[in-house]
């Protein structure tokens, strides 16, 4: 286990994780921001490029576990992202839909925003949203996010808008 909240656990993917994983990857609303469902070699390729992080960075999208279930409900964890032509670390989250709007996104998001402060040497964490994903831009913002920059990824043939929220060591350690 990697991080544990009064809710959730969070450890490591693992290939007996692939049909939670694909209950939110598969769903067309739960991916809304990456303009569309994936399918079953996109979800595959998405699980070997997180164990791949974990060797490679020590970190990277965790499974996230409903302590009172045992259930995998979603995805948290830190990983490398661009942002422009910047490379910063992020926080990221991803659940399954039937799990929205419990405030597990930002437990789960929380918890990984301490642990990258607390464990790695950056001066900030940064959160990628889409311009269109409000829910996303609200976990952000409680997280002590603000908006940094904005700026447009494309992906699967389609120019996205994003915004670079981002908070500072200084401002973490402030709320703390």
Known sequence: MILSTPRLDLRELTDADLPALRATLHDPVAMTAYEGAFDDAESLAWL?????????????????????TGAMIGQCGITRQQVERDEVIEVGYLFERAHWYRGYAVEAASACRDWAF???PIDDLYAKVRSTNVASMNVAIRLGMTVRRTFTTHYRGVDMPHLAFALSRAEWAARR
Do not use: H, K, N, S
């Open 48 to 68: 070997r490029r997180m164990q791949q992080r974990y060797a490679d960075d020590g970190f990277g999208l965790w499974a996230v576990v409903l302590r009172e």
């Open 118 to 120: 607390d464990t790695l």
